[in-house]
Nanobody, 125 residues
Framework: EVHVAESGGGLVQVGGSLRLSCAVSGLNVDNSNIAWFRQAPGNEREGVSCISKTDAIREYKESVKGRFSISTDSAKNTVYLQMNNLKPEDTATYFC??????????????????WGQGTQVTVSS
């Protein structure tokens, strides 16, 4: 059974930083595609970033390029999302998703079966 658990959310001021963690069990993150999504109230869930099997590809939503960075800790079977220079529009619940069936990662929800419960990120101005 695959289990995905996010942590690291919180309240931060504009320009601040947070690091989200996605701990995965039941899948080896090195052989899986892992993605971060977010959903703000009243909005659809959107893909933020993903990292593919063997770290071959990293993708980012245009609005977070240069501010967010995705990485993997193989020893901990965990994927991180480092978020810098946070803006009020980054406020959302952030979800981690994992799967190993596709050749590479993507930023569409349908590409992932295994999801975490989410962690709240609030950026205050």
């Amino acid at each position: 059974e695959v289990h995905v658990a996010e942590s690291g959310g919180g309240l931060v001021q504009v320009g601040g930083s947070l690091r989200l963690s996605c701990a995965v069990s039941g899948l080896n993150v090195d052989n899986s595609n892992i993605a971060w999504f977010r959903q703000a109230p009243g909005n659809e869930r959107e893909g933020v970033s993903c990292i593919s099997k063997t770290d071959a590809i990293r993708e980012y939503k245009e609005s977070v390029k240069g501010r967010f960075s995705i990485s993997t800790d193989s020893a901990k079977n965990t994927v991180y999302l480092q978020m810098n220079n946070l803006k009020p529009e980054d406020t959302a619940t952030y979800f981690c998703a994992a799967d190993d069936w596709a050749l590479t990662c993507g930023l569409e929800s349908y590409e992932y079966v295994n999801w975490g419960q989410g962690t709240q990120v609030t950026v205050s101005s």
